[in-house]
């Protein structure tokens, strides 16, 4: 169960209406290393995972859907007062006459969410690892995004969640060591 | 001097259709060398953890774009 709480984790500014931004910011909502596929993918792995790293799980997952849903603003923002041929300069009249300026689960090329992007292996190691993969590979969007971004307020958002990136990846590299079960032992292999 | 910023050359043919990149970077971030956190880290204070993203200052890496005023030179 959940409880919510109706803000965002971090404010979301957006300076200038610039909807090819939106274009690329939709790659981490409905991409393959996206905060979707990031909630997803730990909210199900809980199920199947050593007692001790089943909270850290949960944790994570949670916040993966409070960083879709800044995600979700700022491409709200970027978009919803665009006109019809600022969308097309943009390259995103494909994603008009299908969706409106409506939001939709697919990456920046267009390519619709699959569940296929995740992967629960039932390895507590293999799934782990994937998920410290997951974390680095969406830390690296955030920065491919922001050289792609002249927005300063909108950058000042990405840079918070690939901060996040960086801190969730160093949660999972820990709970790793907690199921290696060899920490402060001075023992050497 | 340490620093999450790291630098390659590639090489470059003479035969190579774009004006060459010199040098390439790529980041490691803090989190790479930290092993278990080890307790009592230096801290931020409580609202400048909820602005940077972290309360740990070991953990904190930002990343500037080439657009912005802050950025010291191609993302380094």
């Not at chain 1, 008009?96 to 969410?113: Q, T």
């Not at chain 2, 989190?31 to 904190?60: C, D, M, R, V």
């Amino acid at each position: 169960m959940w409880i919510y709480e109706k803000k965002l984790q971090y404010p979301v500014r957006v300076s200038t209406c610039n909807p090819k931004l939106a274009k690329y910011l939709i790659e981490q909502y409905g991409g393959a290393d996206g905060e979707l596929a990031a909630a997803l993918r730990y909210l199900n792995q809980r199920y199947s995972i050593p007692d001790k790293v089943i909270g850290l799980l949960t944790d994570i997952g949670t916040e993966e859907l409070a960083h879709l849903e800044m995600i979700a603003t700022m491409v709200y923002k970027l978009t919803k007062d665009a006109t019809p041929e600022q969308l097309k300069e943009a390259g995103i009249a494909p994603h008009y006459v299908d969706h409106d300026r409506a939001l939709f689960y697919h990456n920046a090329a267009g390519v619709p969410f699959t569940a296929t992007y995740i992967q629960a292996k039932g390895d507590p190691i293999a799934d782990l690892y994937e998920d410290i993969a997951a974390e680095e590979k969406a830390r690296a969007t955030y920065q491919w995004i922001i050289n792609m971004s002249d927005d300063p307020d909108l950058n000042d958002g990405l840079r918070f969640l690939r901060e996040r990136e960086i801190i969730h990846s160093q949660r999972f590299r820990e709970a790793v060591e907690i199921l290696k079960e060899e920490r402060d032992r001075k023992k050497f292999f | 001097m340490f620093t999450t910023r790291k630098q390659y050359m590639p090489y470059v043919s003479p035969f190579d259709p774009c004006p060459p990149i010199h040098v390439k970077t790529y980041v490691t971030a803090p989190n790479l060398y930290a092993g278990f956190q080890p307790p009592n880290l230096p801290q931020f204070s409580l609202h400048e953890a909820l602005k940077k993203g972290t309360l740990w200052k070991i953990f904190y890496d930002p990343y500037y774009g080439p657009y912005e005023v802050n950025n010291k030179g191609d993302g380094l």
